[in-house]
């Protein structure tokens, strides 16, 4: 069996979701890990599968692109090996006036600290811009962590908090 990182996307609408699992499962592979969202009426899902070859996978999941509204593609990866210790979990959230450079600027900051984004999501909802990171932080950095945000994001106008995460919510 072959690991594999399957990602759709195009233009949403009812049962997409479905659909791919419906080809998934028909091929006897197995849907390890997964996201999905919707992004301005724009369906993306990405999915860590173990089943047959990229390409008989690829050939299954053609008939729903066929109509060139959705884009499926499919890429052999390798399995998890020994992974490194996850750290600490936080989550940073970033909320103010719209305007470039946000998200570049505040996981900028993360990475420096050595953090590592394990889920990150963005909104836009009027001229109100909402970034939600999950983070792995190295023990102990947190406070001084907590501080670089708050100066880069007073840079940037916008309002920052980081907390540890609640792993009964993850």
Do not use: K, W
């Not at 399957?6 to 659909?19: S, Y």
């Not at 091929?27 to 890990?33: E, F, I, V």
């Not at 053609?62 to 499919?74: E, I, K, S, Y």
């Not at 394990?118 to 001084?144: F, H, K, M, N, Q």
Request: net charge negative.
């Amino acid at each position: 069996m072959n690991e594999l990182a399957i990602t759709v996307i195009g233009r949403d609408r009812p049962g997409i979701v479905a659909d791919v699992a419906g080809v998934l499962a028909r091929l006897g592979a197995n849907l390890t890990d997964s996201t999905m969202t919707r992004l301005r009426g724009h369906f993306a899902m990405t999915l860590i599968c173990v089943g047959p070859a990229a390409a008989e996978v690829e050939a299954a999941l053609a008939p729903l692109a066929a109509d060139g509204q959705l884009l499926a593609t499919v890429r052999a990866v390798s399995p998890d090996g020994e992974t490194m210790p996850a750290g600490e979990p936080y989550v940073m959230a970033v909320h103010g006036a719209d305007r470039m450079g946000i998200v570049a600027a505040m996981t900028r900051v993360l990475a420096e600290a050595g953090g590592n984004v394990t889920d990150l999501s963005t909104r836009l909802t009027g001229s109100l811009y909402v970034v939600v990171a999950e983070v792995d932080l190295p023990p102990g950095i947190a406070d001084a962590l907590a501080r670089r945000l708050a100066a880069t994001a007073a840079d940037l106008g916008v309002e920052v908090s980081l907390r540890p995460a609640d792993p009964d919510l993850l």
